[in-house]
């Protein structure tokens, strides 16, 4: 790839790493307000559907799906619908930053799942790094239980779950249009949302209870789907531009904005033990992209 274009692609890949947590405070903010994790996670696909299918007529990209297809994109979008549930659950009562860094362990598991399932050549360094990553999570988890309890382990459904949303999405990506995808992904999930918000009317279920939003609780539904439609299509176009190798290291700059935010808007700021973890995790993670690259170049020559 050409520099300038990896240029933009690292600038894409940053871009996502500041929006990406706006779409967190969108939830949290709603969730706040007593707009149910299930209403707020459908909005998430109601709004990316309705953003998404204008994109994929003016790229003139197919919208027909072989039954494979169909299949395919229906298991991506329960993963990241699931995903996403355990996620805003999370963040209902903790704090945005200590959730994320949790989720985090989501490169490990992937690097596990990718050895056992597609037999991946992973060896024993990396092992070890996805060992102490899982060790920095805990200590992310352990003060968090003491203070919320087990809705603190909400991310880490989140993360196993979000490593099989990778998985099916790197099956996909070999024939299928990124952009496309998402679309698909998009309808499939709101299609997967409406029958239990339909069933879970009047229920009385305090997660899943659809309410009428009022106020400003409609800007922040919207917020949910339009801050992933934007971070992740600018995520998609990073890795366009650029290979992975150099956008991965950057995805861990996220943090800092989850940070900032969480700081800036809810007043949380992580604590000793956590900041600990969150280095653990991070440091780790870094550990195995080295890695990656060595195990990459001595494939190559």
Known sequence: ?????????????????????????????????????????????????????????????????????????????????????????????????????????????????????????????????????????????????????????????????????????RAMSAWMHPVTMQFHTSWTGLLLCLPVMFLANGSGHPGLDPIWPEGWNWLWLFGVGFWAAVSHMSMTYALKYAPSATLAPLHYSEIVTAVILGYLIFDDFPNRITWAGIAVIVSSGLYIIHRERLAAQIRRA
Request: proline fraction near 5%.
């Open 1 to 169: 790839m050409a520099k300038d274009t990896t240029l933009l692609g690292i600038l894409l890949m940053l871009a996502f790493c500041a929006l990406a947590p706006l779409l967190d405070v969108a939830a949290k903010l709603a969730a706040e307000n007593g707009v149910p994790v299930g209403q707020i996670t459908a909005a998430r696909f109601v709004v990316q559907t309705a953003l998404m299918l204008p994109v994929v007529l003016v790229m003139r990209l197919t919208l027909r799906l072989s039954p494979r297809a169909l299949a395919y994109a229906s298991l991506r979008a329960l993963f990241l619908l699931v995903s996403t549930y355990a996620f805003v659950s999370g963040i209902e009562v903790m704090p945005i930053a200590d959730a994320l860094a949790i989720v985090f362990v989501e490169p490990f598991i992937l690097l596990l799942l990718g050895r056992w399932i597609f037999g991946d050549q992973v060896g024993p360094r990396r092992i070890a790094a996805c060992a102490v990553g899982f060790c920095g999570a805990m200590l992310v988890i352990q003060p968090s239980l003491a203070v919320f309890g087990t809705v603190a382990l909400w991310p880490l459904v989140t993360a196993f779950l979000f490593a099989f949303y990778m998985l099916v999405t």
